[in-house]
C-alpha cells in the first residue's frame, strides 16, 4: 500500500500534517476500489480478544474518548500517536450521534502504512475489580466498534521504542461484524450528514467541533478534519473558530511539521 496517506511526524512531534493523499478522500468510482482494499487491508488485523482488552492497562482514543474518555484515570499521555492507521469519518452512528433513521458519522480507523492519527493515552486507574470495570464500560461505550487492536504507542518521533502499548477500539469495514458503516463519500457529503444528524448523545456536529478542538490544543494540525468542520461551519452558518491550526501552531513556537514520512 502506498505511503502517501499521511506524514510521519518529525522530531518535534507537536504538530502533524495528515493530508488527504494516497489513503485518503477516493473519488467517483475509486470509492468501491477503496471500500474493497480497506476491506482486505482490515482484514490483515485480526484484533484482539476481549478476554485481552480486559488485560490492557491503557486505552488510546482517537475520537470522543480523547476529550471525555469517560472513567477515571492514573495517568494521561497527551498527544501522543499510533502509526500505521488513518482517522476518519467513516463508521455510521445509530446510538449516539444519529439514530437507525438518520445516522450520524463518527470517527474510525483505516489502516494506512506511514499514517500517523494523534490522540491521547489514558491509564485505567484502580484495583483489578475497578479495571475490569471501566474495560465494561468501554466494551459497552463503544459497542459498534467491532475490532480490538493492541497497538504501540508513541510520543518521541525521535524514538522507536513506544511509550505505552494501549487498547484501542476501531469500526472496521466488515458489514457482517460492523452493519453500521458507512465507508468513504465526497467531504461534502460527510458534512452535510454530520451537519444535519443529532443523536441520543446530541449533534454530530458538537463531536467534530470537539474532536477538532482536541487537536487545537494538542497543536496538531489535522488537515483534513479542520477542513471538514469549516465545511460544517459553513452548512450552519456559525463563524469560524478564529484559531485557525497554523496560527495555534505558531502561536505556541511549534513549527508545522512539513517532514515526508521517514
Ligand atoms: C475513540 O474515541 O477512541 C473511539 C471513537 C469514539 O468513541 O469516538
Given at each position: 500500500m502506498s505511503r502517501y496517506c499521511g506524514r510521519h511526524p518529525g522530531t518535534r512531534p507537536l504538530v502533524s500534517v495528515q493530508s488527504g493523499l494516497r489513503c485518503?478522500?477516493?473519488s467517483g468510482r475509486a470509492y468501491?476500489?477503496?471500500?474493497a482494499m480497506t476491506a482486505s487491508a482490515q482484514s490483515l488485523?485480526?484484533?484482539v480478544a476481549q478476554s485481552e482488552a480486559y488485560k490492557s492497562e491503557y486505552v488510546f482514543g482517537f475520537g470522543s474518548l480523547i476529550g471525555n474518555p469517560g472513567f477515571e484515570y492514573s495517568d494521561k499521555v497527551e498527544p501522543c500517536y499510533i502509526k500505521g492507521w488513518r482517522r476518519v469519518f467513516w463508521q455510521g452512528s445509530t446510538d449516539h450521534r444519529g439514530t437507525p433513521e438518520a445516522p450520524g458519522r463518527t470517527v474510525t480507523l483505516e489502516p494506512c502504512e506511514g499514517a500517523?492519527?494523534?490522540g491521547a493515552a489514558y491509564k485505567i486507574a484502580g484495583d483489578a475489580e475497578q479495571r475490569q470495570e471501566t474495560i465494561t464500560y468501554l466494551e459497552w461505550r463503544e459497542k459498534q466498534y467491532d475490532l480490538r487492536e493492541?497497538?504501540?504507542?508513541f510520543t518521541d518521533a525521535s524514538s522507536s521504542q513506544p511509550h505505552v502499548t494501549a487498547l484501542v477500539y476501531i469500526a472496521t469495514s466488515d458489514?457482517?461484524?460492523n452493519p453500521n458503516y458507512l465507508g468513504?463519500?465526497?467531504?461534502?457529503d460527510i458534512a452535510l450528514q454530520i451537519a444535519t444528524s443529532v443523536g441520543p448523545s446530541g449533534p454530530n456536529r458538537d463531536y467534530l467541533f470537539a474532536l477538532a478542538a482536541s487537536m487545537r490544543r494538542m497543536n496538531?494540525?489535522?488537515?483534513e478534519l479542520f477542513l471538514l468542520e469549516a465545511k460544517v461551519r459553513a452548512l450552519l452558518d456559525l463563524p469560524g473558530n478564529g484559531d485557525s491550526s497554523s496560527t495555534a501552531a505558531a502561536a505556541a513556537g511549534v513549527p508545522i511539521d512539513s517532514s515526508e514520512p521517514s
Open positions: 485518503a478522500r477516493p468501491q476500489h477503496t471500500l488485523h485480526h484484533g500517523v492519527t494523534w493492541i497497538v504501540p504507542v458489514r457482517s461484524a468513504p463519500a465526497p467531504l461534502d496538531v494540525q489535522d488537515e
